[in-house]
Each structure stands twice: as structure tokens, then as C-alpha cells.
């Protein structure tokens, strides 16, 4: 598969770039320490700023792999408010999942779903990615919604798919593939003009 990394992208509101040490004290304010963040991913919220530093360390090594796509999402201010990112599944088959956190206080004003659809862009435009994938715990409706709004397509529930502190988890499974992505964009030049 054709890799570029992670580089920075700007969008309306926000820019995604990779995390830095010196993000890790926002980092952990606005969004690693929160509870509501963590109730649907599968570690816990931090308890001091060193968990955040060390997972900011983990990502720092892995930026040197150009398959590996994470961001922090960041206000045009530069406050910190969330990560994002694309896990290669298959180097073969060509294929990833696209994950997203945003701090509780930042919910409900289209901040996801902005950075969603810009990674999505990103990476059909630099990589030969064929297909991105997407799930969330049903009882997660807002993370399904965000799926929706950027076009992923409703592909079916994944029974106890993954496990948290609550226990399994049925998922519900979206996914776009790129000749739907470039539909898609065909179809926006068209409104546009
Ligand atoms: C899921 C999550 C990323 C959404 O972030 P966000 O920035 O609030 O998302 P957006 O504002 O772009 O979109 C959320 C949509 O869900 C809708 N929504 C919110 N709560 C909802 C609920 N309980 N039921 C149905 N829809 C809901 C919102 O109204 C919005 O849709 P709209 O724009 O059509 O009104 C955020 O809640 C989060 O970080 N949760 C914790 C981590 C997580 O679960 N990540 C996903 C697993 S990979």
C-alpha cells in the first residue's frame, strides 16, 4: 500500500496535526481525563498527566512508520480538543478503521464529523486506500451518526464485538469504499457549480 504519514490538515474550524509533548497537559485536561470520553473505548481515563505524556511517547515513536495515521484535533486558537485517526487492518487488502475522541465539553457542534470527513478526504486523495471502515458500541448512537454524516454506508451489527469495563458490546459497522468517495465528490462539483 502507497503511505504518506500523517500531516497536517486544515479545515474550516479546526487543524489536525500530529501530537506534541507540549500538548500533553490540554491533552489531558480536555479530553484524556474525562470519563464520558473513555465510557465507549476500551482504556480508561487517565488519572495525572504522566498516562497522557506516555501515550503522546507511544504515538511520537510511531509517527517514524508512514503507515501510521493519527492526529490530534485542535481549535484554530490551538486548544487541544480531541485525536483521530485511521488504523491500517490490511496492507493487502488495501483497507483501515477510522477512530475519534472528542472531550465531553466540545460535543454536538459538528467538530467530528469535520475531522472526520477531512481524514477520509486525506486519505483517499494520497493513499491508494480502497476501502474505510467504522464501528461503534450501539448503545454509542452519536459516533453512528457521525459515520453517517460523512458518508459511510450502514453495513450491519457486529455482535459483542468489543469489550469495556461495561462488558461486550454490540457494534454497528459502517464503511465507504472508494468509488462511493469519488461519487461523491463528482456529486458535490456538481452542486457546486
Ligand atoms: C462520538 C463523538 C466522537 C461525536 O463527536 P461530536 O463532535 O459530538 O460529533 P458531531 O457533533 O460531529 O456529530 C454528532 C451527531 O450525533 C448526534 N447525537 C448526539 N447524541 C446523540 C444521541 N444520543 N442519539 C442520536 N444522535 C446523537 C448529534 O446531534 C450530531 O448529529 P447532528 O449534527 O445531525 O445534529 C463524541 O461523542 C465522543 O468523543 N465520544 C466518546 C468517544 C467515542 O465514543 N468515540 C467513538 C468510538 S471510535
Redesign the pocket.
Known sequence: MKHIGTKTIETARLTLRRLKLTDSEMMFQN?TSDE??????RWDAHKTIDDTRRMIRQWLDHYQDDSTYYWGIYLKDGEMI?SIGVTITSDHDLKGA???????R???????????KAVVDYMFRNTDIERID????VK???????ME?IGMRYEGRLQHYYKTRDGFHDCTLYAIIRKEWEQRNSDQSIGEI
Do not use: D, H
Not at 477512530?99 to 465531553?104: F, H, N, P, V
Not at 466540545?106 to 472526520?116: D, I, P, T, V
Open positions: 479530553w464520558k470520553v473513555t465510557q465507549f473505548l480531541g477510522l477512530g475519534y475522541k472528542i472531550g465531553s466540545f460535543w454536538n457542534r459538528g467538530y467530528s464529523s469535520e475531522a472526520a467504522s464501528f461503534s458500541s454509542n448512537p452519536a459516533s453512528g451518526k457521525v454524516k
